[in-house]
C-alpha cells in the first residue's frame, strides 16, 4: 500500500525542529508584556478573544519566518512544500468545515437528548463570532503547520505512515498537557485528533484539509457551549452541565468524553477510507 521510506533525516529535522517551537509563544508574551497588555488576560481559562488573537498571530508571524528558515535552509524546498498548494483543493477545505460542524451539532444535540447537559440561553454576538472565527482560524493555521505541516512531512520521510502519525500526534497531544482542568482521556482524545487531523496528510501531502477541519471542530465546538481543550471561550449556545463525568467531558469538555473518543475514531476511518480512495498513489 505505501512505497518504502528510506530517508532517515526526515526524524531528525522534526526532532530539530520540536523543541523550537516554544520561541513564537515566548517572543509573542515578550511583544505583549513590552505593549502594555494586561497578561492576566492569559492566565486563566476564559479566553479573552482580544488578547488571544494579538498572541496567536504574533505567533504565526515568527512561526512563518522560522518555518521558512528550515524548509530553504534545512530541507532545501520552498515553504509551499509544507502543503500549502491551493489548487484544487477547495473541495476537501469544504470537507473538512462540515466534518466539524456535524460533529459538534451531533455531540451538543445528543447530550442534551440523554439530559446530560441543559440548555440556558442563546447569546447571539456577531462581533465576539467574528473574533471567535479570526482566533481559531489563527489557531488551527498554527498548529496544522507545525504538527501536520513540517513534523508529520518530515516523519512521513523516514517511517511508514502510522509509525509517522502516532509520533506526530504524541508530541500534538503532550503540547496540550498543560491545559487548565486536563484528563488522562482529553489527553488520549487529543492524540487521537492527532491521528484524526494527519490521515489526510498522509495521502494528499496537504493542509488545507487539515486547517479547515481543526478551524471547524474548534470552532464549533465552541459555538455549541463546549470548552476547547479545557479552555473556556465566547459560545452562541449556553448550558450546564448537570454532573462532570466522562460522558459529557466535565470541566476539559466535550473533548474529554467518551463520545468524542467513539466519534473521533469513526471519523479517522471514514477519513482515511476517503482520501485513500481519492489519491491514485499514496505515499
Do not use: C
Not at 533525516?9 to 497588555?37: C, Y
Not at 466539524?100 to 454576538?125: C, H, K, P, S, T
Not at 486536563?182 to 492524540?191: A, D, K
Request: hydrophobic letters at 55%; a negative charge.
Amino acid at each position: 500500500m505505501f512505497k518504502k521510506v528510506s530517508n532517515h533525516s526526515g526524524w531528525g529535522k522534526s526532532l530539530l525542529f520540536l523543541p523550537l517551537i516554544f520561541i513564537p509563544q515566548i517572543i509573542a508574551v515578550i511583544v505583549m508584556m513590552a505593549s502594555g497588555f494586561d497578561m492576566n488576560n492569559l492566565g486563566s481559562d476564559k479566553i479573552d478573544l482580544e488578547s488571544m488573537i494579538i498572541l496567536e498571530y504574533t505567533m504565526i508571524f515568527v512561526m512563518i519566518i522560522m518555518l521558512w528558515a528550515f524548509m530553504k535552509y534545512i530541507d532545501k524546498e520552498p515553504l509551499v512544500d509544507i502543503g500549502l498548494q491551493i489548487k484544487g483543493r477547495l473541495k476537501d477545505f469544504n470537507f473538512g468545515l462540515v466534518i466539524g460542524l456535524l460533529i459538534m451539532g451531533f455531540a451538543y444535540f445528543f447530550l442534551l437528548l440523554i439530559n446530560e447537559i441543559v440548555f440556558v440561553e442563546i447569546d447571539f454576538d456577531l462581533q465576539k463570532i467574528l473574533l471567535s472565527i479570526i482566533l481559531f482560524t489563527g489557531v488551527s493555521i498554527f498548529e496544522e503547520i507545525i504538527f501536520r505541516g513540517y513534523v508529520l512531512k518530515n516523519l512521513l520521510e523516514s517511517f511508514n505512515p502510522y509509525v509517522a502519525l502516532f509520533i506526530s500526534s504524541l508530541f500534538f497531544s503532550l503540547i496540550h498537557g498543560a491545559n487548565p482542568n486536563v484528563t488522562l482521556l482529553g489527553l488520549s482524545n487529543i492524540f487521537l485528533a492527532g491521528i484524526f487531523l494527519g490521515a489526510s496528510y498522509v495521502f494528499t501531502k496537504n493542509l488545507w484539509f487539515p486547517i479547515a477541519l481543526h478551524f471547524s471542530w474548534n470552532f464549533f465546538q465552541a459555538m455549541f457551549g463546549f470548552k476547547v481543550s479545557g479552555l473556556d471561550s465566547y459560545s452562541i449556545i449556553k448550558f450546564d452541565i448537570i454532573e462532570n463525568n466522562y460522558i459529557n467531558g466535565g470541566e476539559f469538555g466535550f473533548e474529554s468524553s467518551i463520545l468524542s473518543l467513539i466519534i473521533i475514531i469513526i471519523f479517522t476511518i471514514i477519513i482515511w477510507k476517503y482520501f485513500k480512495s481519492t489519491v491514485e498513489k499514496p505515499i
